[in-house]
């Protein structure tokens, strides 16, 4: 990442049945309610990052250089908005997690594995239902969590359709 004036931030994801991953990120805002983050890309790192979505079929030839993500204290989503070196919007990556939950080590949530790509204004596709559903045969989701990917996941595709998903997550 290039150097910024942001404050530096560690942002750890729990992955169910997996290891966690950390990521380090610039501060933007903390409003209480999200905390929005923002990562600019390197070249090696844009293309690093970019070929994972593309592996995925997600991204064509497009280069990821700026990573904003917004996280939640009392939602279960987690957004990237990802854009290109002229900061034109790519498209979104979209988690389904727990509230985020800050303590003097940094910032916490846990995946629960269900995730949308979101192509700005022509598509929506949802990601992983495959690996929630395996974890869910064994017995790794509550029942808790099982109702809450349900209800985030039938109100991502309401405000999708809407027309107003992720967007009014991300201003």
């Not at 979209?94 to 939950?101: E, N, S, W």
């Amino acid at each position: 990442m290039k150097q910024s004036t942001l404050q530096i931030v560690k942002i750890t994801l729990y992955r169910i049945g997996k290891s966690a991953r950390t990521f380090t990120e610039g501060l933007v805002e903390d409003n209480g309610i999200r905390i929005k983050t923002l990562s600019e890309l390197l070249d090696n790192e844009a293309e690093e990052l970019s070929s994972l979505y593309r592996r995925n079929g997600l991204l064509n030839n497009e280069l990821i250089y700026y990573v904003r993500k917004f996280s939640f204290y009392e939602d279960y989503i987690s957004v990237l908005e990802l854009r290109d070196k002229n900061q034109t919007l790519i498209g979104y990556y979209c988690d389904v997690t727990t509230p985020l939950v800050k303590n003097e080590h940094g910032y916490f949530l846990t995946d629960l594995f269900v995730d949308y790509w979101i192509v700005p204004k022509k598509k929506i596709i949802e990601l992983d239902r495959d690996e929630y559903e395996e974890a869910r045969r064994n017995g790794l989701i509550s029942k808790e969590n099982e109702l809450i990917v349900q209800r985030t996941s039938e109100r991502i595709m309401r405000e999708w359709k809407q027309g107003v998903f992720p967007e009014k997550y991300t201003v």
